[in-house]
């Protein structure tokens, strides 16, 4: 393993630890040259997913990507990096499930949105004006519009049973 800050390859292991689900180690290291410590994850490469565009074209899964957008929909909002490691996560294992290896776009962008809107309801609007592509403002306000219908549900359901 190179070092991050000064590239020499002389590194150590000073502490592991494994995810509490089990599925990713976390490790500590130090550069022996210039001791700058970093963290490195290691984690089980799947069969690769493949992921179907709405143009048609197939890619391979990017973990990366996923997790890019879902860190912009959540840009500051009171979300740690941790939840955001654990939807990503959470997102992965469950497409890792299916019975394919190839999955759509579409496919993950209703996991990511799901997710959201349970988690941040500002966070789960980024990201399915991005997905769904909304031109006008009017799609912002009809998806705006469902939020807050679900949450008056949500709110009047425990009354409405005393």
């Known amino acids: 393993m190179n070092c991050p800050d000064c590239g020499d390859e002389q590194t150590r292991v000073i502490d592991t630890?494994?995810?509490?689900?089990?599925?990713?180690?976390?490790?500590?290291r130090e550069c022996q040259r210039c001791s700058f410590r970093f963290t490195t994850y290691e984690r089980p490469e799947w069969d690769?997913?493949?992921?179907?565009?709405?143009?048609?074209?197939?890619?391979?899964?990017?973990?990366?990507?996923?997790?890019?957008?879902?860190?912009r929909?959540?840009?500051?909002?009171?979300?740690?990096?941790t939840t955001v490691t654990t939807l990503v996560d959470d997102i992965e294992s469950a497409l890792q499930d299916r019975e394919t290896r190839l999955v759509s776009s579409s496919l993950i962008g209703e996991l990511v949105?799901?997710?959201?809107?349970?988690?941040?309801?500002?966070?789960?609007?980024?990201?399915?004006?991005?997905?769904?592509?909304?031109?006008?403002?009017?799609?912002?306000?009809?998806?705006l519009d469902a939020v807050l219908n679900a949450e008056i549900d949500d709110f009047e359901a425990p009354n409405d049973s005393q």
């Open 73 to 81: 929909a959540v840009e500051k909002r009171d979300v740690s990096e």
């Open 17 to 28: 630890e494994t995810s509490a689900d089990g599925t990713s180690v976390r490790r500590r």
């Open 113 to 143: 949105s799901d997710r959201l809107r349970d988690l941040d309801k500002v966070a789960y609007i980024r990201f399915v004006s991005v997905y769904k592509a909304f031109s006008e403002p009017q799609e912002f306000l009809r998806e």
């Open 48 to 71: 690769s997913l493949q992921v179907k565009k709405r143009n048609g074209t197939i890619e391979p899964f990017n973990r990366t990507k996923l997790r890019a957008g879902i860190e």
